[in-house]
């Protein structure tokens, strides 16, 4: 293609500069030709002025013979009329080609031939009548004549000759301008396509150049391509003399080319299957057939791995085998994923059959495909009854459509559901029985689709100690409501007799003033003091029994205020004791006023009854933790308690300090913890003995409905 435009472009090079050769050449010759007939004007001029002066001669010798009669007048004349008649001759000649020219001529020569007849006449009569007779010839004024018209020919001659002349210069340098544009131009056209000719070819021999980079490129391309195909790979020539490897083939096997080449690669194969191989591959290779075969081979560390190989033979246009191009693939991972799948089969298997659960595959056409022993012992069906069986058989009609087409959604979500918890659903044994039962469907992505996993539990047994348990609790509920009134009622009616007892006593004591000793006095204050003790325990009997009955509506309640009014409670106990009770700032919560005033009162209270050497300090403060409870807490420097009793104190009854020791019922802590507990808080104490201790309660803030 491109030798076709380069061939071109120089031919038409050569075509131009032959034609401009041509045109030069001619406008060359043509000016040379001008050049000539310039010439020729010049000569015909230089003629005509001979002429002329042959004419002035002739007169001349003619008349100075007639004046003189010296002969060399006469010789003179001669020669004059010779060389005139050769000039008139020259100038016919020169003319001859210009018929206005030739036209003047015979009038020229008639008038040259009179001049000369003249002149002939003038020395004749000299020579015989000597020079009266010549004198009078010269002078009759022909002569003069004659020269004058002669004359005017010529220079009417020489006109036209100058006018050609001029005609003539002036085309000859037409000529040659034109000559030298032509030149000028076909020189500069032949160098443009000479330099384009040449830049076509070196552009050529660029993409030439690129075509060779791409070659070489395409094969690094290859190159890089076969060594990093995760395969091993190789070519053989025609007969299966392997020729190449790549690199792969030599980082697995750590072999070299040249111990590879040809039919080496033998040596990396497992002893056990190389004949075999060997005979496979060579007959393929024979038959020009694509060859396949599954066989270990030597790894460079000296184990081997299974490679499923493969090779196909690459044919030229007409069929013929050119070599053959061949990969080995790793399948030992493979294997291995093999082994493992059907490893986990079995350990799933054995999931499926040590579940607590009947479990059945349904398939989408709702049969079932798969199920464990329970599915048999549930339902009292064989295995090879119940595989293929509709599902529908021993689940609820109805139902076990729901059971595909949420096992076909749950699929599409991958989530595992649970039906027929709160539904009642039955189950149906093969003796047409029924069975309470709860299912959780969950999707099994398989080659056949979705599959759906059941798992159906027998809840017979669920079922019945649920009966039991809400019977249970129907029947503690009832006594303890029973306990409480009782609690409630037997206090409060106690409270009567107890308190006729203590006046009665007192009144005793005041009448038989002064008749009774010493001891029955002794008694009475000690009946009197225990009347007293025994109100105190039924009062906070019946407040603690209180705390379940009588609680209010709960309501946002300033816990300042509750604290304050308990210490109003408390008045006589600090300024006795001499208390120093502060606090930070108090928040809003929403509780029961009352019972909160309990709590503070109880607290504090035990904070300055329980006290050392030192004046009692009680502080109370509150935070909020969480953003969704406030933890109160009330500090104090007294006796402080030992680890160990932090449970115990909160406990009915329960006293770590003795009535001579301290007063006290052991029911406040309790009552604390019964009104918190109701509440959803909770209470506890941070205490080391000698150190005092901080009670803790915290309140969970209850949203506003
Ligand atoms: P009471 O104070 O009537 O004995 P409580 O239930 O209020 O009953 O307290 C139970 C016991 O916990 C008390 O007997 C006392 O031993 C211990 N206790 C309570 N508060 C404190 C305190 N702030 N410091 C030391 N011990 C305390």
Not at 121 to 140: F, M, N, P, Y
Not at 180 to 196: Q, R, S, W, Y
Not at 251 to 275: A, I
Not at 344 to 363: F, K, Q, T
Request: charge should be negative.
């Amino acid at each position: 293609m491109l030798k076709r435009k380069v061939q071109l472009a120089f031919g038409s090079a050569i075509v131009i500069l032959l034609v401009v050769g041509a045109v030069s050449y001619r406008g060359i010759f043509l000016s040379r030709e001008s050049d000539r007939w310039v010439r020729h004007s010049h000569e015909v001029l230089e003629n005509l002025q001979n002429l002329v002066t042959d004419m002035e001669r002739i007169e001349s010798s003619d008349r100075g013979f007639a004046l003189t009669g010296e002969m060399v007048y006469l010789e003179s004349y001669r020669a004059s009329v010779l060389s005139a008649g050769q000039d008139a001759a020259a100038v016919r000649t020169l003319t001859k080609d210009n018929p206005k020219q030739q036209l003047q001529l015979p009038a020229l020569e008639d008038l040259m031939a009179q001049k000369i007849r003249l002149g002939g006449v003038a020395i004749l009569l000299r020579q015989t009548k000597g020079v009266e007779a010549a004198a009078e010839a010269i002078g009759s004024g022909r002569g003069q004549l004659i020269m004058a018209d002669y004359l005017g020919i010529v220079s009417k001659i020489q006109d036209e000759e100058l006018r050609l002349l001029l005609l003539r210069n002036v085309e000859s340098n037409r000529r040659r301008a034109q000559t030298k544009t032509i030149l000028l131009f076909g020189t500069v056209l032949g160098v443009l396509i000479a330099v384009g000719a040449g830049w076509m070819v070196s552009r050529d021999i660029a993409a030439r150049g690129l075509a060779e980079d791409a070659l070489r490129e395409g094969e690094e391309r290859f190159r890089n391509l076969a060594n990093n195909i995760s395969q091993l790979a190789w070519m053989a020539d025609e007969k299966g003399a392997i020729f190449w490897y790549n690199q792969r083939w030599f980082d697995y096997s750590g072999t070299t080319l040249e111990e590879m080449v040809g039919w080496g690669w033998q040596k990396v194969q497992h002893p056990d299957h190389l004949q075999r191989v060997v005979d496979k591959i060579s007959r393929c290779f024979q038959k020009g057939e694509v060859w396949e075969d599954t066989f270990p081979l030597r790894g460079r560390d000296g184990n081997y791995r299974w490679f499923l190989s493969q090779a196909v033979p690459i044919r030229d246009s007409e069929g013929k085998v050119l070599r053959w191009f061949g990969t080995n693939t790793d399948i030992s991972v493979l294997q291995e994923a093999e082994r493992h799948l059907a490893q986990m089969e079995s350990r799933y298997r054995g999931l499926l059959e040590a579940a607590p659960d009947a479990i059945v595959v349904v398939n989408q056409a709702g049969k079932i495909v798969l199920l464990n022993v329970q599915a048999e012992k549930q339902f009292g069906y064989t295995r090879d009854e119940l595989i293929g069986q509709e599902v529908t058989n021993i689940i609820p009609e109805g139902f076990a459509e729901r059971l595909i087409a949420d096992g076909t959604r749950s699929a599409t979500e991958a989530v595992t559901q649970q039906i027929g918890t709160g539904i009642e659903l039955s189950g149906r044994r093969k003796d047409g029985s029924e069975f309470p039962i709860e299912i959780m469907l969950s999707p099994l992505e398989s080659a056949e689709g979705v599959l759906v996993t059941t798992a159906i539990r027998d809840i017979t047994e669920r079922r019945r100690s649920e009966v039991h348990l809400r019977k249970t609790v129907r029947e503690l509920k009832r006594s303890n409501d029973e306990l409480q009134q009782f609690a409630y009622v037997s206090s409060h009616d106690l409270q009567e007799p107890l308190r006729m007892v203590s006046s009665y006593t007192q009144l005793l004591a005041k009448r038989y003033q002064g008749r009774l000793d010493s001891d029955a006095h002794e008694f009475i204050a000690f009946a009197v003091d225990g009347c007293n003790r025994m109100q105190g325990l039924i009062q906070d009997l019946l407040a603690y029994s209180r705390v379940g009955t009588n609680g209010k509506e709960l309501s946002e309640v300033s816990s300042e205020n509750a604290l304050q009014k308990a210490l109003t409670n408390l008045r006589i106990t600090i300024e006795q004791s001499g208390a120093d009770v502060t606090h930070d700032s108090m928040p809003v919560v929403t509780t029961d006023e009352t019972q909160l005033t309990l709590i503070f009162q109880n607290l504090v209270g035990n904070a300055i009854k329980y006290r050392g050497a030192a004046p009692p300090r009680v502080h109370v403060s509150a935070t909020r933790n969480g953003g969704n409870e406030w933890t109160f807490s009330v500090r104090d420097n007294g006796l402080g308690i030992d680890p160990q009793y932090f449970e115990r104190i909160f406990i009915l009854f329960q006293r770590l300090h003795g009535r001579d020791e301290f007063e006290g019922t052991g029911i406040g802590l309790a009552i604390c913890k019964k009104i918190l507990e109701r509440l959803g808080g909770r209470i506890w104490v941070e205490s080391q003995p000698e150190k005092g201790s901080t009670f803790y309660f915290a309140l969970p803030e209850i949203e506003e409905k």
